[in-house]
T-cell receptor, first 109, second 112 residues
């Protein structure tokens, strides 16, 4: 099956810093989503981005489908950005979102 | 707008007891519905999905089963829980295949 690798596995930042999270996948996909899991376990949709670039406030994402990777950018990080960020992909003809292992982000005040 | 509800939020059950977790979606018709499990705080694994009433597909063999008795209701069940069934269970919905999946708040299940 398709493999999803996220890097780095852990990231510690000072408030106000910028960061880039990466997601590599091993085959073509029809769906790619970025999620933020907060400390209470809620999985928050950040982006649906099978290709192209999107921005939402301090967050933006880019997926280069032909090269099988996606990037999530967090600018001017805040303590509330802490949590685990997941990339998940779905192939054509599949109902299954395959998740990476996540990047655990800690933003210190 | 669409909303998804899961309950209970937390559950502590003895080994060998039955299980029933419920998920309902509001504001949409004929959604695709999903049950995922997250173990050890990382990565989610799809357990079951349903594209319509009474239609259930299982992704991994296990001690659990799923049912969809109504269009917007998805139930996760077990007749006898095992210690290995502990974890964080999340329900999700989408309008159709390859469209964004939206998750409920999850049920944290502990087996004693």
């Amino acid at each position: 099956g398709i493999q999803v690798e996220q890097s780095p596995p852990d990231l510690i930042l000072q408030e106000g810093a910028n960061s880039t999270l990466r997601c590599n996948f091993s085959d073509s996909v029809n769906n790619l989503q970025w999620f933020h899991q907060n400390p209470w376990g809620q999985l928050i949709n950040l982006f649906y981005i099978p290709s192209g670039t999107k921005q939402n406030g301090r967050l933006s994402a880019t997926t280069v489908a032909t090269e099988r990777y996606s990037l999530l950018y967090i600018s001017s990080s805040q303590t509330t950005d802490s949590g685990v960020y997941f990339c998940a992909v779905e192939q054509g003809g599949s109902e299954k979102l395959v998740f990476g292992k996540g990047t655990k982000l800690t933003v210190n005040p | 707008s669409q909303t998804i509800h899961q309950w209970p939020a937390t559950l502590v059950q003895p080994v060998g007891s039955p299980l029933s977790l419920e998920c309902t979606v509001e504001g949409t018709s004929n959604p695709n519905l999903y049950w995922y499990r997250q173990a050890a705080g990382r990565g989610l694994q799809l357990l079951f999905y349903s594209v319509g009433i009474g239609q259930i597909s299982s992704e991994v063999p296990q001690n659990l089963s799923a049912s969809r008795p109504q269009d917007r209701q998805f139930i996760l069940s077990s007749k006898k829980l095992l210690l290995s069934d502990s974890g964080f269970y999340l329900c999700a919905w989408s309008v159709r295949q390859n469209q964004p999946q939206h998750f409920g708040d999850g049920t944290r299940l502990s087996i004693l």
